[in-house]
């Protein structure tokens, strides 16, 4: 709820009159209402966790920095040009040209200019194979996106249900505790006609207060449920409230009968075996760039410039644009750098690059592995998610059969308060047995389609 200070109300007040003041604060009061009592859709949960989570953004982040990456490795192939200015003077002993003694004390002053153009020529394939890295780099990074935002997705579902199965059970809770205080009812007035004795009434009050106890638990796990999805988005938890999706009773046809196609699709479109995948090419790549260190390396080089000094005992004295004019020239060099012993730099390096491209087929390998492990665990657990779920509609039908039997036979007071109420007890377990039950299966099952590339919020 936003308070609405005096001093506000006072304001507008002086601003634009009363009733103008009370048709603004109903639409303040009204807009403020429709936001706290928006109830968030499952896609709405996904969709914005997956727009402000900050590791998320952080991931974006290192995509824009892989592509100025890859800017910088096509620069590599360009190049590089430079260019200078520069002036001095020096002063202190010197060569007199006429005299042909030395003079002490001499200034002399200096100007030059120089433009240089360098190329690399060939360096034994690492410019090209840093290019390909910069790109194989950024695919890895696209793919770890798409991969977080497949966990998180997962997370939002999974605790989206959580809050889901708590608000059933404080509804379960909610209508015993309703129950009870009808019970307690009833059993008064059967002790004011003498149908039953005082202390039924102590044992229904009793079980009033353990009902009350239960709403009160249930409750709080609700709000908790609630708390930890409004933290898992990232948004404030006052007024946070969510669309309660009704749930039909699920079949077997949700199951997978063979968990074959699963793992075939998995293998081949999961984002975490991709990962791998491109760890081991960008190991491959590790591995080619430490060879070019054998390789000989050919660069080309260019240079323009010229110079002007002059002194006070300068025979021939030229203006400084002539003598710049005079002085000026152009020089070439082609460089060819063939290494002979690096001290053992470049085999350190071309061995520690094949175990880096080695443990890089471990790690794929072992990506797999956990793959399959997860598959056939999320098929194995939906498998027991449906037989629980089958043996919880049926422990529920026998308890309710029981239960209302029980309720008979203590009205006619056949059974006491303490076998009515374990009756009671274990009806209000077979029923959150089947909330619990239900869901999970729904969940399981919705960790098969994951693997299968479905939509979580469908």
Known sequence: ???????????????????????????????????????????????????????????????????????????????????????GARIGSGFDPVSNQRVNNQTTYSLNYSLGV???????????????????????????????????????VNTYISVIVSKENLEIAIAQYNFSKKQLKQVKELVEVGSQPKANIYDAEAALSRDAQQVTNAENNYNLALLNLSQLLQVPYNGFDIEIIEVDSPSETLLYNDVTPVLNHAFANRNEIKIAEKDMENAVLGTEISKAGYLPSVGFSYGFGSVWSESKNDIFKQALFRELDINKGH????????????????????????????????????????????????????????????????????????????????????????????????????????????????????????????????
């Not at 499952?42 to 800017?71: F, M, P, R, W």
């Open 118 to 156: 360098s190329q690399n020529i060939f360096n034994g394939f690492r410019t090209l194979n840093l290019y390909k890295q910069s790109r194989l780099n950024q695919e890895r990074n696209s793919l770890e996106l798409a991969r977080l935002k497949d966990d998180i997705s997962l997370n939002v």
């Open 331 to 458: 020089s070439f060099s082609l460089n060819v750098n063939i290494p002979i012993f690096s001290r053992f730099q470049n085999k350190t390096a071309v061995a520690k690059s094949k175990i880096q491209e080695e443990n890089s087929k471990l790690n794929l390998d072992q990506a797999k592995l956990d793959l399959e492990a997860n598959v056939q665990r999320a098929y194995t657990d939906a498998q027991a998610a449906f037989k629980a779920y089958e043996a919880a509609k049926k422990t529920l039908v026998s308890q309710e059969l029981a239960f209302n039997n029980s309720k008979e036979r203590y009205d006619i007071g056949n059974m006491t308060a303490f076998d009515l109420e374990q009756a009671r007890v274990q009806y209000i377990n077979a029923q959150s047995s089947l909330i619990n039950a239900k869901y999970d299966f729904v969940f399981k099952t919705k960790v098969l389609d994951f693997y299968m590339g479905k939509s979580l919020t469908n």
């Open 1 to 87: 709820m936003i308070k609405i200070s005096s001093s506000f109300v006072q304001s507008l007040k002086n601003l634009v009159g009363i009733k103008q003041t009370i048709l603004l604060l109903v639409l303040l009061f009204t807009v403020t209402t429709s936001f706290a009592q928006k109830k968030w859709t499952l896609h709405e949960c996904v969709t914005y966790a997956l727009e402000n989570n900050i590791t998320v953004k952080q991931t974006k982040n290192a995509l824009l920095s892989g592509e100025q990456d890859i800017i910088s490795a096509k620069g590599q192939f360009l190049p590089s040009v430079s260019g200078g200015v520069g002036s």
